[in-house]
């Protein structure tokens, strides 16, 4: 499935701002430079909707686009290594919280983890705090391009061990190579009730 118009529709800072709930939402979070907005650009078919940058940290706002008048994609602040003072953390959490705890038609959360790192005590917090909010997510282990295939096998086991999901709702990807894009469209339009 090709998407045809992606429009912007507002970039958001504090959680009273939200949009009014509507269409169906898919949102994308993961810790600063896991390829978030790579892989938001590759899901969508396009090279610049979602701003990529190897600045940590990019990303301090939730950023709303509409997909054809469907449904809408929804970009999150990245956490962890990001060099900004502490003050700045605390608002991102409070957006992020604010946002996933709100009543919105949020249809799947895609969580992105990059493959080569060991899961620590920001991510571990981070998947006891989606499993709490009993929203339905997936887990994109990424930039698999970086390592070989045995080191693929060894991450990845390491992974599963740490994430309380079925092996199907684990995807391992590469924005660079498209590997593994494909089956996470097909698993977002699933959630969407949409064909891929």
């Not at 045809?4 to 504090?14: A, D, G, L, W």
């Not at 502490?86 to 249809?107: C, D, H, I, T």
């Not at 199907?168 to 996470?184: D, H, M, N, Q, W």
């Amino acid at each position: 499935m090709s998407f045809r118009e992606i429009q912007f529709v507002k970039s958001v800072v504090k959680p009273e701002d939200l949009p009014v709930p509507g269409l169906p939402e898919v949102a994308f979070l993961g810790r600063s430079n896991v390829g978030k907005s790579s892989l938001i650009n590759a899901f969508l078919g396009r090279k610049k909707l979602a701003r990529v940058s190897s600045t940590p940290g990019f990303t301090r706002a939730l950023n709303f686009f509409r997909v054809d008048h469907r449904f809408l994609v929804v970009d999150l602040p990245g956490y962890g290594f990001a060099r900004v003072p502490p003050k700045v953390q605390r608002a991102w959490k409070r957006l992020v919280e604010g946002y996933l705890s709100a009543a919105r038609p949020l249809r799947l959360l895609i969580l992105i983890f990059d493959l080569r790192r060991r899961a620590d005590e920001l991510d571990r917090g981070l998947l006891e705090y989606v499993e709490s909010l009993g929203r339905p997510y997936i887990a994109v282990l990424n930039k698999i391009d970086k390592l070989s295939r045995n080191e693929r096998l060894k991450a990845r086991a390491e992974w599963l061990s740490v994430l309380s999901l079925p092996e199907e709702e684990i995807f391992l990807t590469s924005c660079r190579t498209g590997e593994g894009i494909p089956a996470v469209r097909s698993r977002i339009l699933s959630a969407l009730g949409l064909r891929a």
